[in-house]
């Protein structure tokens, strides 16, 4: 069986909530439907904030005039932070086990202003040995470029890694370059597929 020397994490949906479920205090706010909310929030304006290239004020900013929302930016910001502090069933812990015996990395989309305060108010993000995020990078996972700069700029080769991400199209990047990649669905299923391939919790 092949031996695995690091594990690579997703952040958002995986460990802690991103901005999955701010929807339904911001559909409250706004008088709108809440399966409204999150496509609102996403596209090009998301990934832009996520290569770094955008602050979080301008891409709140950008929403709200576009959508007219009647909505102060400070009140958004808010309900993402209060968000974030929601943990995955689970998942600290396991994270916290598997450090003891594995290099962890934790590779992730996020805006600069989100992980500033993620970092601040959640412990656990020490135990990563590496941490990759696209808005230093430029790159975001679901590009084909993203995983072998990362694996490059680490020293590591797609056979010594194993991955998990709740989305499908940035697996695939990752097994692309050779990533034992694990579509993230919950703890038991991730544990399952680890202990698959030797790595036991």
Known sequence: MTRFSTIMFDLSEVLIRGLVGIEGELSHLLGQPEETILPKLGGNRLRTLFGGSLTEGEYLRQIIESEKWDV?????????????????????????????????????????????????????????????????????????????????????????????DDNPRNVEQARRTGIHAVPYHDRASLVHELGSIGIEP
């Open 72 to 164: 102060h930016r400070d009140d958004i910001k808010a309900l993402i932070r209060q968000n974030f502090h929601h943990e995955v069933d689970g998942m600290i812990s396991l994270v916290e086990s598997l450090s003891q015996r594995y290099p962890l990395v934790l590779v992730s989309d996020h805006a600069r202003e989100w992980i500033d305060y993620i970092e601040h108010v959640h412990g656990f993000m020490s135990l990563f040995r590496n941490k990759v995020y696209s808005f230093q990078t430029g790159r975001t996972k679901d590009e084909p470029d993203c995983f072998p700069a990362l694996l490059s700029s680490l020293g590591l080769s797609g056979g010594d890694c194993v991955f998990t």
